[in-house]
């Protein structure tokens, strides 16, 4: 028996190659098959199964286009509905890959049809469980994303409570947790940064765990402090369950080489959104005008999907050279397909085009220290956790953060001047490219962010750590 875990950092998303004899499967991949199709033709293994643990919110998942090249069959714990083929399993049902076992545990609660898979070795001996969201390493999935009319968030984290309880808890404590997602996620609140953990551990160190916890005791934890999902979620969840497009035909679509005279024509045809994707230090100094910069080098695909309010929007690309198809692809992964192509030669091509070209100010930690002592406005765009455990003390700052800058932001002057810092300079250079975009002329970024304004000794609140936040 083989278990690989595929860990993609930027979605802190886990998928899992599993082999026996010669028959394999695979546990929530990615969009793009090749790197699945390509590990069992390296291996000499034929893919049998694709096991979903649930409707997946944060990304789509590659299964309908791996079951499509590979021919294998897609499973789904029970209640599951799609309009595509799979086989919706039934409570402890078994399949067999080689010489090893994979059980349906059933676990709803973070959603409905959430199930957790469990490895029964050649020797019959439980061996790992792969968790989906219901149970992260130090924590549990985030009860909220499956609300409907007849079921609040309380009552699925009265489910998810029961779930932990029958079918995880009582498994040996030798038992390798294989989770979903790991610290990053939007699926869980305060995740671990290891990627699997024996399950005798997590029962002594995950809060949700706690053998002494009451049901209502854990409906108040397990729904305490969360914050508002990314408004990309549902539409994902939309994808999943009804399928997509293939992901060769959105990457031919997207890699078309565009000079800057084309470029400019489908900007303005399409209505295309330019999205620059180069680090934030590099795309203040030269930009199109109009151009968001959302570095592919951070939290790429989950920003676009805080940020761009629809899947269908046409976008273009202006990307450092070789990476045009890394981003597109990157895109796909959250549902964002309507990629027309990206600026051949990059910014370089644009300016020696005669094109017009916009900057950013950014200015050190310690030119901000120095400005303090005037009458400026300062900008955290950091999460909430973040500023409540620390931030510059002084009433010159007001917090918004930049998942809600579509939402929040809209009493800003356009004739004032802003200075935007977040923990670390990625997000304030998207926040203060979207400012750019509609009309803030006077925006300044603080390059470093808060880490910077801390070396450079300004004020700030005594940290609070944010375990102790509600």
Known sequence: MKIEQIYTGCLAQGAYYIESKGEAAIVDPLRETKPYTEKADKEGTKIKYIFETHFHADFVSGHVSLAEKTGATIVFGPTAQTTYDAHIASDNEEFK???????????????????????????????????????????????????????????????????????????????????????????????????????????????????????????????????????????????????????????????VALNPQLFEEVVNAEGALVLDTRDPQVFKDAF?????????????????????????????????????EEVITRLSRVGYDNTLGYLEGGIAAWKNAGKEVDEIVSISAEELKSKLSTDIKVIDARKDGEYKSEHIDSDKVVHKPLDFINTEWSDLDRSQTYHIHCAGGYRSMIASSILKSRGFENIIDVKGGFKAIKEAGINTTEFVCPSTLS
């Open 97 to 255: 890959i080689g010489d090893i076992t994979i059980k349906v545990l059933h676990t709803p609660g973070h959603t409905q049809e959430s199930t957790t898979f469990l490895v029964i070795d050649e020797e019959g001996k439980d061996y790992a469980i792969f968790s989906g969201d219901t149970l992260f390493i130090g924590d549990v999935g985030r009860p909220d994303l499956a609300v409907k009319s007849d079921l609040s968030q309380e009552d699925l984290a009265g489910m998810l409570f029961d779930s932990l309880r029958n079918k995880i808890m009582s498994l040996n404590d030798d038992v390798i947790v294989y989770p979903a997602h790991g610290a990053g996620s939007a699926c869980g609140k305060n995740m671990s940064k290891e990627t699997f953990d024996a399950l005798g551990n997590q029962k002594k160190t995950n809060y949700a765990l706690r053998s002494d916890m009451s049901k209502e005791e854990f409906i108040k934890e397990v729904t305490e402090g969360l914050t508002t999902p990314p408004q990309y979620f549902p539409q994902n969840v939309k994808m999943n369950k009804e399928g997509y497009e293939n992901i060769d035909a959105i990457l031919e679509k997207g890699t």
């Open 288 to 324: 199109i005008p109009n151009a968001i910069n959302i570095g592919v080098n951070g939290g790429f695909a989950p920003w676009v999907g805080a940020l761009v309010l629809d899947l269908k929007q046409p976008i273009v690309i202006v990307a450092e050279e070789g990476k045009e």
